[in-house]
């Protein structure tokens, strides 16, 4: 039986807005990733205690939700097919007893959190799903920037150009609870990484 609590939480992300910028010869492409809020660093908690240790244990639901943005751009006039987007999710270290007193060196895999989407547009955006404990688990995919004829008459008198972007994917987290932990305080991070190609 647990005795006490158990508290697990997410360490603090070393960036919250990064934007990449790869300059070609002429072209200038960008790509942002936001994860968390923009006014600072958003931590996930969990709090197992009260009934949640009880022999029948429950999921216990994280907070804050996070939002997710990943927004690629591209040089206007640039005609190009479109771009593939990633977003992968490193895992693989698992959550860290810090209060070594009552949980010694005990680790919690990642795969124990899944999460819940919200403001999703299904197709290549976030879906609901859960953390591999792995490295490079990809957990949304897209083209981006691509360039469509809009008046055609022999070849293309008009071309326009469509950004899709990944915004406001709210990801709300859940500890499964299915297995008894020594009592204590755990702390991990999961790496977000978006790629253009």
Do not use: E, H
Not at 13 to 40: C, D, E, K, M, W
Not at 106 to 120: A, D, E, G, H
């Amino acid at each position: 039986m647990l005795a006490g609590g158990l508290v697990l939480t997410a360490a603090p992300a070393g960036g919250v807005i990064t934007t990449v910028t790869n300059n070609t010869g002429s072209s200038n492409y960008q790509l942002a990733l936001r994860v968390g809020s923009p006014a600072g660093v958003d931590t996930v908690g969990f709090s197992v205690t009260g009934n949640n240790v009880a022999l029948n244990p429950q999921p216990v639901v994280g907070v804050p939700a996070i939002d997710i943005w990943v927004l690629p751009l591209r040089p206007a006039g640039n005609i190009t097919t479109a771009r593939p987007v990633a977003l992968t999710v490193d895992s693989s270290t698992p959550l860290q007893c810090q209060t070594p007193a009552s949980c010694g060196t005990t680790t919690i895999p990642f795969s124990k959190i899944s999460w819940q989407v919200s403001n999703s547009s299904g197709g290549g955006d976030i879906q609901n799903g859960g953390f591999s404990a792995g490295a490079g688990q990809l957990i949304a995919n897209f083209d981006a920037n691509a360039t469509y004829c809009t008046f055609w008459l022999l070849f293309c008198w008009n071309w326009a150009y469509q950004t899709d972007q990944l915004s406001a994917t709210r990801m709300t987290f859940s500890y499964a609870n299915d297995v008894i932990y020594p009592a204590g305080t755990y702390q991990g991070t999961v790496r977000f990484t978006a790629t253009l190609q």
